[in-house]
Nanobody
Framework: QVQLQESGPGLVKPSQTVSLTCTVS??????????WSWIRQPPGKGLEWMGA???????YYRPSLKSRTSISRDTSKNQFSLQLSSVTPEDTAVYYC????????????????WGQGTQVTVSS
């Protein structure tokens, strides 16, 4: 059973960079042919896929967030990370890491495993 656990700061100030890490257990982030995604859900809104890193290290971003988003991984720790820069209150959301066989979808059912989510609030 694959388990994912997000970690990161709960509160950040506008214009700062938020850094989140997803720690994976029960499976390797290099296992073919999975994609490890970051997804967020602002209050009262639907899921928004932000980006993903593939089993082979390829990285994919949502076009509208690409200029502010960076995804990386540490295979020695079986972790992958998200950095989102120049945050505004509109970036307030629950941030999830998830595992699936596709990239670029906002549909919950397209992902096989999810972390529990971590709240990120952007406020001065």
């Amino acid at each position: 059973q694959v388990q994912l656990q997000e970690s990161g700061p709960g509160l950040v100030k506008p214009s700062q960079t938020v850094s989140l890490t997803c720690t994976v257990s029960g499976g390797s982030i290099t296992t073919s042919y999975y994609y490890w995604s970051w997804i967020r859900q602002p209050p009262g809104k639907g899921l928004e896929w932000m980006g993903a890193i593939a089993y082979d290290g390829s990285i994919y971003y949502r076009p509208s967030l690409k200029s502010r988003t960076s995804i990386s991984r540490d295979t020695s720790k079986n972790q992958f990370s998200l950095q989102l820069s120049s945050v505004t209150p509109e970036d307030t959301a629950v941030y999830y890491c998830a595992l699936g066989l596709r990239v670029g979808t906002d549909l919950r059912e397209e992902y096989d495993y999810w972390g529990q989510g971590t709240q990120v609030t952007v406020s001065s």
